[in-house]
């Protein structure tokens, strides 16, 4: 090995180590920026390398280079663009398309090893080479799929059709099969019916998951972009593509965990899909009747402004209706009275992992306010007031009880408060189909307006009340 | 024996358990940053797809040089770029209530405050 092969293989290890370190100092949000400067260093440090390697080697082509350039430039400017643009609600969306981009990178850079290297190919590549085309190909149409049905291009809903667990076994054994194959025969033309299996497996794999299910989905896909990547490290012998190819398999692998455990179910059930389209609605094991309370903005001003303890709990509902500036504003206003407010979020608030922490962040609210459940279920106790808008089933004390779609989903204890306002559109039903036990609750006033009017009425409702 | 991807194989797991050891404490607060930043992170792909423009040399390995580089690019700085704007709206404390209702004219030059509302 040359001194030249030896010092950018060093340089590789720092890049890899300056991604480890970014990713510890992500640990607390004091912190976080400067992690991410880190890691942004490393990465530069990392193509700087790579383009002394080309350089140094003097092999490329002049088109080579024009190709190779142009193409980083295209993609800088969309990936500079999207990101400076996007609203914080669509964050999933993009986050999306970055592992679909990614992973297909991944499955590029086995597609061109492969079809270069030919017959002369050693098995043990092979096997690596076709595992990046698989994963890579999977998540790049997988995440396609899972971006347009965040941002409602395609129907959030479960899309199935009979059989379709038939095709999907058909298309694995395909690629697998096939795969195998190749490892013993290396064949470019059979190749391409690979690549085209695993593109098709990725779409029939995410279309049937439903909507609420999202938050799984992108943290699984993120995992294996990660893997795709580790792999393609494999195929061109770099330890950085290998470490950061790991490391972002280790952190979807535990947000997928995290995700699906907050929802109370397996990854199996999640990727079998159809959540929400079953007789889950048939399942309330003896849910009380009862009537429902409505409250008026005066009365739910008042409970608020003399109130020693607010809880507020933020779901889905109050980003979709783009009232985090009305909701930080109200609490501002409640918190110069005195009275103490925290938000109470739940792993899955939101469409992706944390969605709801950056919506709130981005309308203002201070981090420290921002509690997870375990370390504001016992405070619920001694609230005044629970504040929930646009959450529904992660309140619904059903979950407790065995026999409904929901039981033993970690929820918020939200009942415990001493008295609850919901701000809702309506009695509609949240993704799992039930009744909402905590409306009926004797305790519960229902506040029934879109959240961002309601939010607004009720800031300036507190103003007149108390000068 | 393949030494050199028995090493490679011993790279790849150690960095799973390194990841799992420093990912697992991240808090909940932050995971869509932390999202974010593994994304940017699985960037680099870029290295491997700017390795194949070297080794191109017809037509379908210049388009396939030409969309690895384009897609690699668009993930490691869009990546970077949108984690970084994330983590530049975590605060310990807010910005006074008085410099956000003069519509985004604020403490931090140039937050968007105004612009969503």
Same mark, same amino acid.
Request: glycine share 10%.
């Given at each position: 090995?040359?001194?030249?092969?030896?010092?950018?293989?060093?340089?590789?290890?720092?890049?890899?180590?300056?991604?480890?370190?970014?990713?510890?100092?992500?640990?607390?949000?004091?912190?976080?920026?400067?992690?991410?400067?880190?890691?942004?260093?490393?990465?530069?440090?990392?193509?700087?390398?790579?383009?002394?390697? /080309?350089?140094?080697?003097?092999?490329?082509?002049?088109?080579?280079?024009?190709?190779?350039?142009?193409?980083?430039?295209?993609?800088?400017?969309?990936?500079?663009?999207?990101?400076?643009?996007?609203?914080?609600?669509? $964050?999933?969306?993009?986050?999306? $398309?970055?592992?679909?981009?990614?992973?297909?990178?991944?499955?590029?850079?086995?597609?061109?090893?492969?079809?270069?290297?030919?017959?002369?190919?050693?098995?043990?590549?092979?096997?690596? #080479?076709?595992?990046?085309?698989?994963?890579?190909?999977?998540?790049?149409?997988?995440?396609?799929?899972?971006?347009?049905?965040?941002?409602?291009?395609? #129907?959030?809903?479960?899309? #199935?059709?009979?059989?379709?667990?038939?095709?999907?076994?058909?298309?694995?054994?395909?690629?697998?099969?096939?795969?195998?194959?190749? /490892?013993?025969?290396?064949?470019?033309?059979?190749?391409?019916?690979?690549?085209?299996?695993?593109?098709?497996?990725?779409?029939?794999?995410?279309?049937?998951?439903?909507?609420?299910?999202?938050?799984?989905?992108?943290?699984?896909?993120?995992?294996?972009?990660?893997?795709?990547?580790? $792999?393609?490290?494999?195929?061109?012998?770099?330890?950085?593509?290998?470490?950061?190819?790991?490391?972002?398999? @280790?952190?979807?692998?535990?947000?997928?965990?995290?995700?699906?455990?907050?929802?109370?179910?397996?990854?199996?059930?999640?990727?079998?899909?159809?959540?929400? #389209?079953?007789?889950?609605?048939?399942?309330?094991?003896?849910?009380?009747?009862?009537?429902?309370?409505?409250?008026?903005?005066?009365?739910?001003?008042?409970?608020?402004?003399?109130?020693?303890?607010?809880?507020?709990?933020?779901?889905?509902?109050?980003? @979709?209706?783009?009232?985090?500036?009305?909701?930080?504003?109200?609490?501002?206003?409640?918190?110069?009275?005195?009275?103490?407010?925290?938000?109470?979020?739940?792993?899955?608030?939101?469409?992706?992992?944390?969605?709801?922490?950056?919506?709130?962040?981005?309308?203002?609210?201070?981090?420290?306010?921002?509690?997870?459940?375990?370390?504001?279920?016992?405070?619920?106790?001694?609230?005044?007031?629970?504040?929930?808008?646009?959450?529904?089933?992660?309140?619904?004390?059903?979950?407790?009880?065995?026999?409904?779609?929901?039981?033993?989903?970690?929820?918020?204890?939200?009942?415990?408060?001493?008295?609850?306002?919901?701000?809702?559109?309506?009695?509609?039903?949240?993704?799992?189909?039930?009744?909402?036990?905590?409306?009926?609750?004797?305790?519960?006033?229902?506040?029934?307006?879109?959240?961002?009017?309601?939010?607004?009425?009720?800031?300036?409702?507190?103003?007149?009340?108390?000068? | 024996?393949?030494?050199?991807?028995?090493?490679?194989?011993?790279?790849?797991?150690?960095?799973?358990?390194?990841?799992?050891?420093?990912?697992?404490?991240?808090?909940?607060?932050?995971?869509?940053?932390?999202?974010?930043?593994? %994304?940017?992170?699985?960037?680099?792909?870029?290295?491997?797809?700017?390795?194949?423009?070297?080794? =191109?040399? %017809?037509?379908?390995?210049?388009?396939?040089?030409?969309?690895?580089?384009?897609?690699? =690019?668009? %993930?490691?700085?869009?990546?970077?770029?949108?984690?970084?704007?994330?983590?530049?709206?975590?605060?310990?404390?807010?910005?006074?209530?008085?410099?956000?209702?003069? %519509?985004?004219?604020?403490?931090?030059?140039?937050?968007?405050?105004?612009?969503?509302?």
């Amino acid at each position: 090995m040359s001194d030249f092969a030896w010092t950018i293989q060093i340089i590789y290890l720092l890049a890899a180590s300056c991604f480890v370190f970014g990713l510890h100092l992500m640990n607390t949000p004091a912190t976080a920026r400067r992690g991410n400067q880190v890691s942004t260093a490393g990465m530069a440090v990392a193509i700087a390398a790579t383009l002394a390697v /080309i350089v140094h080697d003097n092999l490329i082509s002049a088109t080579g280079w024009i190709v190779m350039i142009a193409g980083a430039l295209v993609g800088s400017a969309l990936g500079l663009y999207s990101a400076r643009n996007v609203q914080m609600t669509a $964050m999933p969306q993009l986050v999306s $398309m970055f592992n679909a981009v990614g992973g297909g990178a991944a499955a590029l850079v086995g597609i061109h090893d492969y079809m270069r290297s030919g017959a002369a190919v050693s098995a043990t590549m092979s096997v690596t #080479t076709l595992l990046d085309v698989i994963i890579g190909g999977v998540t790049f149409s997988g995440s396609i799929i899972a971006a347009g049905k965040l941002q409602g291009v395609i #129907t959030s809903a479960p899309v #199935t059709f009979p059989g379709a667990r038939v095709v999907n076994l058909l298309l694995a054994v395909v690629g697998i099969g096939l795969g195998g194959y190749l /490892i013993a025969a290396p064949n470019t033309a059979l190749l391409t019916i690979v690549i085209v299996a695993a593109l098709v497996f990725g779409v029939s794999m995410v279309m049937p998951i439903g909507g609420a299910d999202m938050p799984v989905v992108i943290s699984l896909l993120n995992a294996f972009t990660g893997t795709a990547v580790a $792999m393609a490290g494999f195929v061109i012998g770099n330890w950085a593509m290998i470490i950061a190819g790991a490391l972002v398999g @280790a952190s979807g692998g535990i947000l997928t965990k995290l995700m699906a455990d907050a929802m109370n179910r397996s990854i199996r059930n999640i990727m079998l899909g159809g959540f929400g #389209t079953g007789d889950a609605a048939a399942a309330i094991a003896g849910g009380p009747g009862g009537d429902v309370k409505a409250i008026a903005a005066d009365d739910a001003a008042i409970q608020l402004a003399y109130a020693s303890k607010v809880i507020i709990v933020p779901g889905y509902g109050l980003a @979709a209706a783009q009232a985090q500036h009305e909701v930080a504003a109200l609490a501002e206003l409640l918190e110069s009275r005195g009275v103490e407010v925290s938000y109470a979020i739940h792993p899955v608030a939101g469409r992706m992992p944390g969605h709801m922490n950056v919506l709130l962040a981005e309308a203002n609210v201070p981090y420290p306010q921002l509690k997870e459940m375990d370390e504001i279920n016992p405070e619920f106790a001694r609230a005044d007031v629970a504040l929930v808008i646009g959450a529904n089933d992660v309140t619904n004390p059903a979950a407790r009880r065995p026999g409904t779609a929901i039981s033993g989903m970690p929820i918020l204890d939200v009942d415990q408060a001493h008295s609850i306002i919901v701000i809702k559109r309506s009695m509609g039903h949240g993704y799992a189909g039930i009744d909402n036990e905590l409306y009926v609750d004797p305790k519960t006033s229902m506040y029934f307006a879109d959240a961002r009017k309601a939010l607004t009425e009720l800031a300036s409702a507190v103003k007149t009340l108390v000068g | 024996m393949y030494p050199a991807l028995l090493v490679d194989v011993a790279i790849f797991v150690l960095s799973l358990w390194v990841g799992f050891e420093v990912i697992s404490k991240v808090p909940a607060t932050l995971h869509t940053p932390l999202m974010s930043a593994a %994304n940017s992170i699985h960037g680099i792909v870029l290295a491997g797809a700017m390795l194949i423009a070297v080794t =191109a040399h %017809n037509a379908i390995g210049y388009v396939i040089a030409f969309l690895a580089a384009a897609f690699a =690019a668009a %993930n490691v700085v869009g990546g970077y770029v949108v984690t970084g704007r994330m983590l530049k709206m975590f605060r310990r404390r807010p910005i006074s209530a008085d410099t956000v209702a003069a %519509n985004g004219s604020n403490l931090n030059g140039h937050r968007d405050t105004g612009r969503s509302a």
